[in-house]
């Protein structure tokens, strides 16, 4: 096979889709390929993403401005969503 019909070939095969995110006034935002996630798999992002919350920096703060109970109900605040749409 020559170099001319391989080009062609490389040039056919579409990109694989990148991962897109973007940030907003209501959170983190992200598209990525696949389907949607379980109400489960939901939940379980969202403890996830808390716990990681609870060991970051941020967290401390959180505590220092707002006291440990405050904390805890912002907290209950982050969480992973599912939406239609884009950017």
Do not use: C
């Amino acid at each position: 096979m020559g170099r001319r019909s391989r080009t062609k070939r490389e040039r056919k095969q579409p990109p694989p889709p990148l991962p897109i995110a973007w940030a907003e006034g209501d959170g983190i935002h992200a598209l990525l390929p696949g389907e949607s996630p379980s109400a489960a798999q939901l939940a379980e992002l969202s403890r996830q993403y808390q716990d990681s919350i609870r060991r970051s920096p941020l967290w401390h703060e959180m505590v220092k401005q707002f006291g440990k109970e405050r904390a805890e109900e912002l907290l209950r605040d982050f969480r992973v969503e599912t939406r239609s749409g884009g950017p």
